[in-house]
C-alpha cells in the first residue's frame, strides 16, 4: 500500500488558510496505524488468523486518502493551485522503485521455482500490476470457472495497491474542478475547505452506496472494485478536508477517540470473517476506527497515552510497512512451493526472509529515491540541495548495518533452501516405485478378463503410492494448467451447451446406430474422453448436454459467487435437457456431478437435510428418465484432491500429495446410490474409487499421469486411461 514520505509530511510552509495543517507535523500514531494494518494482513495470510486480518487493507485506505489529500489541500493553500505534474512526480517517485522490484524479483524467481504454465501466469499477473490494473486483472480471474481451484498468485496482493492509483488518477482532478467551481465566486478561506468538505462527503457517501449494491449483487467483484473501495479512501480524505474542525477537539476527549477506533479495529478483526458481506457494511466498521484514530491526533505534535501506537517498534514497523506489504505475499506463495506450509521450516523462514527484503528494500531503495531529487525539475534540485540538511538515520541503524544483516539472513535462507531442496528434489528419471505403463491404462481395448484388469488397475495405484520420488509424467507437472483438461471442454467449448451450440457438441460418427448423451456439470464433461474411449468403438455417438456449475440431478443451486449466473440458469437448462433427452431418445444416458454442489443448495438445507433433498432429486431425475431412455449410468464424481501447486514442492514426495475420500464425499456417494437401488436394471451407479485409490488412499499420479490439474477435474490423459474400466462397468462380459 502506498503511503506518504516522512519529508512531505513535515512540511512547515505557510498555510494560507489560517488553520491548521492535517499533516503540519509528524504523526507518530499513523505510523503505528500502519504497522498495525500490514501485521494483521501478513497473520491473515500467513497464519489465517484473525478472522478478520484482511481488513488493514481498509485501513491503509483511509490513511492514504488522508494523507495525499492533506497535501493536496495544503499545497493548493499554499500556491493557490494543485500541480498535478507535482503530483504524479511524487506518486512516482513514491510508488514504483519498490512496487517495480518485488515485480522483477518475484516473476524471476517466479521462472525458478513455478511450474512453467504458472510462471508465464505470474508474468501477466506483473504486467497487469506494472499498468495498476491488477484489481480488474484479478477480479476476471476470480469469476473464470477454470481458475476456480488454481493456486494463488504471488502478486495478487497488488490489486489493492491499483484501487488506490486509480482514485488517485481521478482524485486530484476532482478537487481542482471544486477549487474551479468556488473560484468563481468570493469564499473565505473557511468556507472554500467548508465546501470542500462537503463535496468530498457528498462524493463519499454516493460510493459508499455503489458499494452496498456492488456488494449485494457482485461480492466476487466488489471486493477488488475501485468504486467499490472508493468510499474508504473518500473517508481519509474527509477527515483530512474536516482538519480545520477538528483541529479545535479538546485535548481531554482525543485520546477516548483514539482508543474508541483502535477498539472497533479490534473488534472488526474478531467479528468480520471471509464470510461478512465486504467492502459494505462490514467495512465501516475498521474505516470508522481507522478514521477516528486519526482525526484524534489533528493539530497534535503527538498523541498522548497512545502507546501500542506511538512506540518505537510500531512506529519502525509503520515506517517499512509499504515495502513489507510488498514483499510479505511473494515470500509466502514462493517459498511454499519449496516447503511444505506445514513444515516446522515455513513459518521461521518466511518471517525472516519477509523481514529482511523489507528492510533492505526500504533502506536501500525506497527511502534514498524518495528523499532524492530524482524527476525535480533544476530549479527545484538546486534549492532544494541548499536547503537539504544531510540525511539522517533516526530509525537506530544505519543503510550500511541494514545492508549487511539483510544480505547474511537472505544467504542464510537460500543456502538453507538450496540444501534442502538438493537433498529433496525432483529426480530427472521416473520412479523405481512406478509400474509400466500398461495398455489398459492408456485406454486401448483389450481381451483382459475383468477381475483382471481392475487388478491391475489397482497394482498400478499401488506403486503409485508407494512411490517415495517425483517420476517423469505424461503431461509434466509443471505443464498443467487451464489447457489440461478434457479437450471437449477446453477447445471445443462444450462445458455449457444449449440449442445454440448443441450440434457442435456430437462426438463420434453421426450416423451411429447408438446414442449416448452425457448430462452434468464440469465433472461430467471431464469424463468425456473416457466416455469416448468406451463407447465409441461400440458403435456409440456421445452428444454433450452439460452446462457450467449445473448438476446433472434436477436440483436447485445457488450461485458459486455473485459473479456466476450460471445458477439462475440452471433450472432452466434442466427443462431443456430432459425435452432434449425425450425428443433424441438415447440409448444410454450418462450423468455426473461434482459432489461439492450439496453445499450450495437454493433451498438452505445442510448436513443430513441437504443429503436427503439430493437423494430425492436423484430419484426425482431417474424417474422423469424413464420414457425417454433404456438406460441410465451415474458416474460418482472422483474425490477432491490437494491442488499439484499447493502440495508439490521442490521437497516434497509423492505422499504429501496422497488424498483420501472426505466423510462428506463418501455420504453423497452413498445417497445417490440409494436412489438408484430402487430403479433396478433401469439404472446403475459406476463408483470410480477403485480405479483410484487403494483402501482409501489415492496418488497424484497414476502410470506416471497426474490424476487431476486442479485438484477435482481429470488431465485429459487421465481421463481417456478409464475408458477401458468404464466400458467393462457398463457392458461386463458375459460371465
Not at 527545484?380 to 541503524?397: L, V
Request: aromatic share 10%; glycine share 6%.
Amino acid at each position: 500500500m502506498s503511503v506518504q514520505s516522512t519529508a512531505e509530511r513535515r512540511e512547515r510552509a505557510p498555510d494560507r488558510s489560517g488553520s491548521k495543517s492535517a499533516t503540519r507535523s509528524f504523526r507518530g500514531d499513523i505510523e503505528g496505524l500502519r504497522a498495525v494494518a500490514v501485521v494483521v494482513v501478513i497473520f491473515d495470510h500467513l497464519l489465517g488468523w484473525p478472522s478478520g486480518g484482511f481488513i488493514g487493507v481498509d485501513i491503509f485506505f483511509v490513511i492514504s486518502g488522508f494523507l495525499i489529500t492533506s497535501l493536496l489541500l495544503k499545497e493548493h493553500a499554499r500556491t493557490g493551485r494543485i500541480s498535478l505534474v507535482d503530483f504524479y512526480r511524487r506518486r512516482i517517485r513514491r510508488i514504483l522503485p519498490v512496487s517495480l522490484l518485488v515485480l522483477v524479483v518475484t516473476v524471476a524467481v517466479g521462472f525458478l521455482v513455478l511450474p512453467s504454465a504458472r510462471a508465464l501466469s505470474t508474468l501477466w499477473d506483473g504486467i497487469y500490476s506494472a499498468l495498476f490494473v491488477a484489481n480488474w486483472h484479478f477480479a476476471a480471474v476470480g469469476t473464470d470457472y477454470l481458475q476456480a481451484t488454481n493456486a494463488v498468485s504471488p502478486l495478487q496482493h497488488y490489486w489493492s495497491l491499483a484501487v488506490e492509483e486509480q482514485f488517485y488518477f481521478v482524485w486530484p482532478f476532482l478537487l481542482i474542478v471544486i477549487f474551479a467551481l468556488a473560484g468563481r465566486r468570493t469564499l473565505s478561506a473557511g468556507a472554500l475547505i467548508t465546501l470542500v468538505a462537503v463535496t468530498t462527503g457528498v462524493i463519499t457517501l454516493a460510493f459508499l452506496a455503489w458499494s452496498f449494491f456492488e456488494t449485494s449483487t457482485s461480492p466476487a467483484i466488489a471486493y477488488f472494485s475501485t468504486g467499490a473501495r472508493a468510499w474508504e479512501l473518500g473517508i481519509g480524505a474527509f477527515v483530512a478536508a474536516a482538519a480545520p474542525g477538528l483541529a479545535k477537539l479538546p485535548l481531554r476527549v482525543r485520546p477516548p477517540i483514539a482508543w474508541l477506533g483502535l477498539a472497533l479495529i479490534v473488534a472488526s478483526l474478531v467479528l468480520i470473517s471471509r464470510d461478512s458481506p465486504f467492502p459494505a457494511p462490514w467495512g465501516l466498521l475498521p474505516v470508522a476506527g481507522a478514521a477516528l484514530v486519526i482525526a484524534a491526533g489533528i493539530g497534535q505534535p503527538e498523541q498522548r497515552l497512545l502507546f501500542p501506537l506511538t512506540n518505537p517498534v510500531s512506529r519502525y514497523v509503520g515506517k517499512i510497512s509499504y515495502s513489507l506489504y510488498l514483499w510479505h505475499f511473494p515470500v509466502m506463495i514462493l517459498l511454499a512451493t519449496i516447503f511444505a506450509t506445514d513444515s516446522p521450516l515455513y513459518l521461521p523462514l518466511a518471517a525472516l526472509l519477509m523481514v529482511a527484503l523489507s528492510v533492505f528494500s526500504f533502506h536501500y531503495v525506497e527511502d534514498p529515491i524518495r528523499h532524492s531529487l530524482w524527476l525535480e525539475n533544476s530549479l527545484t534540485r538546486k534549492r532544494e540541495r541548499m536547503r537539504r540538511p544531510a540525511p539522517q538515520h533516526r530509525t537506530g541503524i544505519s543503510p550500511a548495518q541494514a545492508w549487511i544483516g539483510a544480505l547474511a539472513i537472505v544467504a542464510l535462507v537460500l543456502v538453507s533452501v538450496s540444501f534442502i531442496a538438493l537433498r529433496g528434489g525432483t529426480p530427472s528419471g521416473p520412479s523405481a516405485n512406478s509400474a509400466p505403463l500398461g495398455a489398459a491404462d492408456l485406454g486401448v481395448k483389450t481381451t483382459t478378463e475383468p477381475a483382471t484388469l481392475l487388478a491391475a488397475r489397482q497394482a498400478t495405484i499401488a506403486a503409485a503410492l508407494a512411490a517415495t520420488a517425483w517420476p517423469e509424467t505424461t503431461p509434466a507437472f509443471d505443464a498443467l494448467g487451464d489447457n489440461s483438461g478434457a479437450p471437449e471442454w477446453v477447445d471445443d467449448d462444450c462445458l455449457s451447451v444449449s440449442a445454440k451450440n448443441a450440434a457442435d457438441c456430437l462426438y463420434g460418427d453421426p450416423a451411429a446406430t447408438k446414442t449416448a448423451v452425457l448430462l452434468g456439470d464440469s465433472m461430467a464433461i471431464s469424463y468425456m474422453p473416457a466416455i469416448r474411449s468406451a463407447l465409441e468403438p461400440l458403435g456409440y455417438n456421445v452428444r454433450s448436454l452439460t452446462m457450467f456449475s449445473c448438476p446433472a440431478v434436477n436440483i436447485s443451486v445457488a450461485a458459486k459467487s455473485a459473479s456466476d449466473a450460471s445458477a439462475a440458469k440452471c433450472d432452466d437448462h434442466h427443462a431443456w435437457v430432459y425435452a432434449e433427452v425425450a425428443r433424441l431418445s438415447p440409448d444410454l444416458v450418462i450423468m455426473s456431478s461434482l459432489a461439492g454442489s450439496i453445499v450450495r443448495l437454493a433451498s438452505g438445507n445442510e448436513g443430513a437435510a441437504a443429503l436427503t433433498e439430493w437423494q430425492v432429486a436423484t430419484a426425482d431425475t431417474l424417474t422423469a428418465l424413464q420414457g425417454s431412455t433404456e438406460h441410465v449410468a451415474v458416474l460418482s464424481p472422483p474425490p477432491a484432491s490437494t491442488p499439484f501447486a499447493e502440495c508439490k514442492t521442490l521437497t516434497s514426495t509423492p505422499g504429501d500429495c496422497a488424498y483420501s475420500p472426505s466423510s462428506l464425499y463418501q455420504k453423497v456417494i452413498a445417497s445417490e446410490q440409494d436412489a438408484i437401488e430402487q430403479f433396478g436394471d433401469f439404472a446403475q451407479y459406476v463408483d470410480i474409487v477403485p480405479w483410484l485409490c487403494v483402501d482409501e488412499s489415492c496418488p497424484a499420479f497414476i502410470n506416471n499421469t497426474p490424476v487431476f490439474f486442479d485438484g477435482q477435474h481429470f488431465v485429459r490423459e487421465a481421463s481417456a486411461q478409464l475408458g477401458p474400466l468404464l466400458a467393462e462397468a457398463l457392458f461386463p462380459p458375459a460371465a
